[in-house]
């Protein structure tokens, strides 16, 4: 095996947007730019979404404002954007900064997220797959007209917490609906952390022979991304085995924290992320590097820790 594996720490998105305790945008700032600072490729900033459904993020353009002065040269600074009005949001965002602080694009991506099982997609976005699909349409080629590259998120991977266990055909599916609207890389999601090593490389496997070598991208970056949580300790396993199948990216969060809160159930609380750590330590032992420096990854789980208590 060979290559530098890409990250992103979804912390400040992922990791924050479930937690009772609501973190102030200087703290948040504070945490992009530790995560920023340990080299990571990507760091998912927050969320366009609506405050009613995730007050935590309410805040995306005030942290946004607050980490533009201090952008590292190459980081990729992503956010979600769940219909054309979160997309003007970002929009914004990137128009301010230009005027305020003479960055020339503080956001570089924007991401779109829908489901592989139909009950996942109506508790998280108030919409049928097929309808969170309908609303992506318009948002691509206005995200590409803006120099904005587009992750397609698909959740619920191998289970659903409503639905149960997901055939992969189908999240293969959707994966190749994503493609024809344009997104420019599938970042797949084990929302609750069922998935074991055998169940993801099905689903890497069906995705990739759907995507059939129209997964390359004019951007240079993976095309494929695996987003785990680390419900029943089994995410290790399952990134090493993805590196055997030839993903080369990956999202982690500093410090393990995160869960998407329309994930939980009456006795079930959503899993956190896996963390980054443990994402350099299984790319490490399989003798591919990442560009994170660990011990600045250290330091910035210990810092988004402290921020939840
Ligand atoms: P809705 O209630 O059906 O839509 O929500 P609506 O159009 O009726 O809007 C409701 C209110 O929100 C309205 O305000 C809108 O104006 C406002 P009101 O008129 O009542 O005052 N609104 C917005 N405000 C700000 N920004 C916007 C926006 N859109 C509407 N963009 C909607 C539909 C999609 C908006 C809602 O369901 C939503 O925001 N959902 C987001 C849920 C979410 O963020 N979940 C977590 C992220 S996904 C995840 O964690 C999984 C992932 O990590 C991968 C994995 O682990 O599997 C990515
Ligand atoms: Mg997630």
């Not at 479930?18 to 969320?47: P, Q």
């Not at 997309?87 to 592989?116: C, P, Q, S, Y």
């Not at 309808?131 to 659903?160: D, N």
Request: net charge negative.
């Amino acid at each position: 095996m060979s290559g530098v594996i890409r990250i992103t720490d979804v912390s400040p998105r992922d990791g924050l947007q479930a937690e009772s305790v609501v973190v102030d945008a200087t703290k948040k700032a504070e945490l992009v730019r530790r995560v920023e600072a340990s080299g990571v490729d990507e760091v998912e900033v927050s969320s366009f979404v609506s405050p009613k459904w995730v007050p935590q993020l309410g805040d995306a353009a005030e942290v946004f404002d607050l980490i533009a002065p201090t952008k590292r040269d190459g980081v990729c600074y992503s956010a979600l954007v769940p219909n054309v009005r979160g997309l003007e949001g970002a929009i914004v965002v990137n128009r301010d900064a230009r005027e305020k602080h003479g960055v020339e694009r503080l956001i570089d991506k924007v991401a779109v997220f829908t489901a592989a099982s139909e009950g996942f997609s109506l508790k998280n976005t108030n919409a049928t797959i097929e309808e969170t699909l309908e609303r992506f349409a318009p948002i691509i080629p206005e995200a590409h007209a803006q120099g904005l590259m587009v992750r397609g998120y698909i959740s619920c991977i191998v289970k659903c917490p409503f639905d149960g266990d997901i055939p992969s055909s189908q999240v293969a599916d959707v994966a190749s609906r994503l493609l024809e609207l344009g997104v420019d890389e599938i970042d797949l999601g084990d929302t609750i952390g069922a998935g074991t090593p055998d169940s993801i490389e099905q689903v890497l496997l069906d995705v990739i022979e759907r995507l059939d070598g129209r997964a390359l991208n004019d951007f240079g970056d993976p095309t494929l991304t695996l987003h785990l949580h680390d419900t029943f300790g089994n995410a290790g396993a399952c990134i090493e085995r993805a590196l055997e199948v030839g993903v080369r990216s990956f999202d982690g969060s500093a410090g393990g924290l995160g869960g998407c809160p329309y994930a939980s159930t009456d006795t079930k609380r959503a899993p956190g992320n896996v963390a980054t750590l443990d994402v350099l330590d299984v790319v490490g032992n399989a003798g591919l590097t990442t560009k994170v420096n660990r011990e600045e990854m250290v330091q910035a789980s210990i810092y988004a820790g402290g921020l939840i208590g």
